[in-house]
Antibody
């Protein structure tokens, strides 16, 4: 069974940093592009970042470029999102998702981890 | 990277058909046949229901179908059922491994 478990969310002050994780199981993690998608409270989905299976390519939405870093540890089957210089606008539920065929077919999602940026 | 435009809400009665539009530009929806649709029930993670404009993953009901004309993609749900009441999001490729979602549409089954 494909399983993605998001963790690491919490309360952080503006300007602070936080790293969220996504533990994957039930599939060959290194073969898949992985995504982070966020959802602010009561709002819609927003693509945040993604990373190729071997970690050689990554992309970011403009609003987080230079502040967030996506990475992966294929030996540990874990995806990460390092978030720096956080602002209140980054408050959201952060989901990881798997993309099997490189065509936006996000067929498995974590349960999400809540990041709250507030003073 | 502006969000794709979806109607905020649509509604229909059981058994009816509804269509949700997803308007983009020639840089996203109009330029790539890489539009996906996701269904999200309250408090749940999204579920993929359509990829590559028209492709339905295994296990997804035939009542869900996708199409595209120019810069606008559409999701049609036929034979509406109470369980279809949810939020629906489109998502398009915009190049360089980047993606953009629509603002989401709340479907109410009357």
């Amino acid at each position: 069974e494909v399983l993605l478990v998001d963790s690491g969310g919490g309360l952080v002050q503006p300007g602070g940093s936080l790293r969220v994780s996504c533990a994957a199981s039930g599939f060959t993690f290194s073969r898949y592009w992985m995504f982070w998608v966020r959802q602010a409270p009561g709002k819609g989905l927003e693509w945040v970042a993604n990373i190729k299976g071997d970690g050689s390519e990554e992309s970011y939405v403009d609003s987080v470029k230079g502040r967030f870093i996506i990475s992966r540890d294929n030996a540990q089957n874990t995806l990460y999102l390092q978030m720096n210089s956080l602002t209140v606008e980054d408050t959201a539920l952060y989901y990881c998702a798997r993309e099997p065929r490189g065509v936006g077919d996000l067929d498995a999602w974590g349960q999400g981890t809540l990041v709250t940026v507030s003073s | 990277q502006s969000a794709l435009t979806q109607p905020a809400s649509v509604s229909g009665s059981p058994g009816q058909s509804i269509t949700i539009s997803c308007a983009g530009t020639s840089s996203d929806v109009g330029n790539y046949n890489l539009v996906s649709w996701f269904q999200q029930h309250p408090g749940k993670s999204p579920t993929l229901i359509i990829s590559e404009v028209t492709r339905r993953p295994s296990g997804i009901s035939h009542r869900f179908s996708g199409s595209k004309s120019g810069n606008t993609a559409s999701l049609t749900i036929s034979g509406l059922q109470a369980e279809d009441e949810a939020d629906y999001y489109c998502c398009s490729y915009i190049g360089d491994h980047r993606w953009v979602f629509g603002g989401g549409t709340k479907l109410t089954v009357l």
